[in-house]
């Protein structure tokens, strides 16, 4: 059974930073690409960013309201993805979902439960 | 960026009806569209990819519709347990969602 699940959320203060995790089982990770979605409360989703597969050259990309702020990486031998987010602003406080590709196109039919990061002072 | 206008916004509606939700992308994204189900609390439930093919084990009373640029999520015979909210996606070019559609009874 294919498993995603986030962690790493919590409080921190503006201007800080915060790794999010997603654990991957039930599949051959590498073998697939990663986005990261973002849902503030009370509003829609929003696409944050994806990595490709390592035979992809690990490429990434990002939604303009975090480019440069946030770096998504890979870890296939642990098979985790990770969301590195710096210079955090009270606008990223959401709950931050990933999910994975289905084959080469970046929807997902497998995503996890989320995991809140708030930004406060 | 390809930006993804979703409506209505809210949409009240019963048991038994058809109800019909509408995307339009700001250019042409072929098929590059999916949608969702989302109820409160929970991560997003794929319903729809490729703009009309139905994901495994989703109720054929679920359709979707469209190419180009306008595309549609049409919901045939209404459930009790449909009444969410819906999301549409473009995955042709980055990622990009609609803004939503509460469906409410």
Not at chain 1, 12 to 27: A, D, E, Y
Not at chain 1, 61 to 75: E, K, N, Q, W
Not at chain 2, 51 to 66: D, K
């Amino acid at each position: 059974e294919v498993q995603l699940v986030e962690s790493g959320g919590g409080l921190v203060q503006p201007g800080r930073s915060l790794r999010l995790s997603c654990s991957s089982s039930g599949f051959n990770f590498g073998d697939h690409a990663m986005n990261w979605v973002r849902q503030a409360p009370g509003k829609g989703l929003e696409w944050v960013g994806f990595i490709r597969t390592k035979a992809s050259g690990e490429t990434t990309s990002y939604a303009a309201s975090v480019r440069g702020r946030f770096t998504i990486s890979r870890d296939d031998s642990k098979g985790i993805a990770y969301l590195q987010m710096d210079s955090l602003k009270t606008e990223d406080t959401a709950v931050y979902f990933c999910n994975r590709w289905t084959g080469g196109a970046s929807f997902g039919a497998y995503w996890g439960q989320g995991t809140l990061a708030t930004v406060s002072s | 960026d390809i930006q993804m206008t979703q409506s209505p916004s809210t949409l009240s509606a019963s048991v038994g009806d058809r109800v019909t939700i509408t995307c339009r992308a700001s250019q042409s994204i072929n098929n590059g569209v999916a949608w969702y189900q989302q109820k409160p609390g929970k991560a997003p439930k794929l319903l729809i990819y490729g703009a009309s093919s139905l994901e495994s084990g989703v109720p054929s009373r679920f359709s979707g519709s469209g190419s180009g640029t306008e595309f549609t999520l049409t919901i045939s015979g209404l459930q009790p347990d449909d009444f969410a909210r819906y999301y549409c996606q473009q995955y042709y070019s980055q990622n990009t969602f609609g803004q939503g559609t509460r469906l409410e009874i």
